[in-house]
């Protein structure tokens, strides 16, 4: 059975809501933003403030014919935005099927609800986010128009820092000239020449 959920289910959505966290943080790829146990008792409080209350708030229950147990919810909120058309409209936050009763139908009936009630409250579009890595919304038909990118605030600050100027170019610098010299000449020492005997003389020939 598919049914708008109360006050007295909020145990179960609890219990489902606490299937879906963890199912989520087994099958993202990005670890942001991180469920812990915090957020359980978050999500309690959330629900039960708004639910049967507050009329912006959807939320439907999906239970076993036979043994009345929940196996599935939807949750979503009607969100109105400052600029751009249209202006009010549905955010969904949450659907989920307990595994081993997916593909019976039980996702199908809770959407159905959900649309009539938007329907009857003059909604035209409803808007759904995914982690990313998740094509289940685009093989469906759901066409993205927003892609959300997160980084740490000091990674984001140290890329707004100031840029610093660029060094100015080397001065060109000539390559040396190399000058090949040749190596200086040997000089063959000078060789002192003994005089030559002078001629004999008349008297010393006997003529």
């Known amino acids: 059975m598919i049914r708008r959920a109360v006050y007295a289910d909020i145990p179960q959505l609890r219990r489902l809501f606490t299937m879906l966290a963890a199912e989520l943080e087994r099958g993202r790829t990005v670890a942001y933003p991180v469920h812990t146990p915090d957020d359980l008792d978050a999500f309690t409080l959330w629900t039960a403030r708004r639910l049967e209350v507050d009329p912006t708030f959807l939320c439907y229950l999906a239970e076993d014919d036979a043994t009345g147990a929940a ?6 909120e009607i969100c109105e935005r400052a600029l751009g058309t249209p202006h009010i409209f549905c955010a ?51 066409q993205p128009y927003l892609v959300h990118h997160v980084l740490p605030l000091a990674a984001v600050f140290a890329g707004a820092a100031p840029e610093r100027p660029a060094p100015p170019p080397p001065v060109p610098v000539a390559p ?3 000058t090949i010299v040749p190596p200086p000449k040997r000089r063959r020492p000078h060789r002192r020449t003994r005089p030559l005997p002078a001629p004999p003389r008349a008297e010393d020939t006997g003529t």
């Open 71 to 76: 196996v599935g919810f939807l949750g979503g």
């Open 92 to 142: 969904a936050h949450w659907l989920y099927i307990e595994p081993e009763r997916r593909g019976q139908g039980y996702g199908r009936g809770l959407v159905r609800l959900g649309c009539e009630d938007l329907a009857a409250a003059g909604i035209t579009h409803v808007e759904v986010g995914s982690i990313a890595g998740d094509p289940q919304w685009v093989a469906r038909g759901w």
């Open 176 to 178: 040396p000239v190399l």
